[in-house]
């Protein structure tokens, strides 16, 4: 038998308030048909993107790995541009990195949510939707890593003189 995974720290508040549209009069929601405004999150287009910004940042803020994983992809970049890469294999270190990125950040929206759903009680289903969504980072991490020395050895090799 397993022992719980520990509690990651408590999800700090937002960094500000969502704004609100003024409320409507809705209508009842009628069965077999989507909500009423349910696409309406965010008020306009510069809302959306300040979100997208916060989760961003709360994700850069909080996550050690996600800033290991920037880090990272920031110097393999750098490097790429060093070796003179061309476009395209730049364009793929890019794309790499972005994966290990977004994977990163599902992983922890995947963390976020199971903790709110169970609260502080152990669930093997949770820990199994934890450790899938780490293992995506792990093996997209594995891949991007395979990927930057395919692309990035030979040229570097070849400056080196070796």
Same mark, same amino acid.
């Given at each position: 038998?397993?022992?719980?995974?520990?509690?990651?720290?408590?999800?700090?508040?937002?960094?500000?308030?969502?704004?609100?549209?003024?409320?409507?009069?809705?209508?009842?929601?009628?069965?077999?048909?989507?909500?009423?405004?349910?696409?309406?999150?965010?008020?306009?287009?510069?809302?959306?993107?300040?979100?997208?910004?916060?989760?961003?940042?709360?994700?850069?803020?909080?996550?050690?790995?996600?800033?290991?994983?920037? !880090?990272?992809?920031? #110097?393999?970049?750098? /490097?790429?541009?060093? %070796?003179? &890469?061309?476009?395209?294999? @730049?364009?793929? =270190?890019?794309?790499?990195?972005?994966?290990?990125?977004?994977?990163?950040?599902?992983?922890?929206?995947?963390?976020?949510?199971?903790?709110?759903?169970?609260?502080?009680?152990?669930?093997?289903?949770?820990?199994?939707?934890?450790?899938?969504?780490?293992?995506?980072? !792990?093996?997209?991490? #594995?891949?991007?890593? /395979?990927?930057?020395? %395919?692309? &990035?050895?030979?040229?570097? @090799?070849?400056? =080196?003189?070796?």
């Amino acid at each position: 038998m397993t022992s719980p995974l520990p509690l990651p720290e408590p999800i700090p508040p937002p960094l500000e308030a969502p704004s609100r549209r003024p409320s409507r009069r809705r209508r009842p929601a009628q069965p077999g048909r989507t909500r009423q405004g349910a696409w309406a999150v965010a008020g306009d287009l510069p809302s959306s993107f300040r979100y997208a910004a916060q989760g961003l940042l709360y994700g850069f803020r909080s996550q050690r790995n996600f800033r290991i994983h920037s !880090l990272t992809g920031i #110097l393999v970049f750098g /490097l790429g541009l060093w %070796l003179g &890469l061309s476009a395209d294999r @730049l364009a793929l =270190l890019v794309l790499t990195v972005a994966a290990v990125l977004v994977l990163e950040l599902l992983n922890t929206a995947t963390e976020a949510v199971v903790d709110l759903a169970i609260g502080r009680q152990f669930h093997p289903l949770a820990r199994i939707a934890k450790d899938c969504a780490a293992a995506a980072v !792990l093996v997209a991490a #594995l891949a991007s890593l /395979l990927i930057a020395l %395919l692309l &990035l050895v030979p040229p570097l @090799l070849s400056r =080196l003189g070796l």
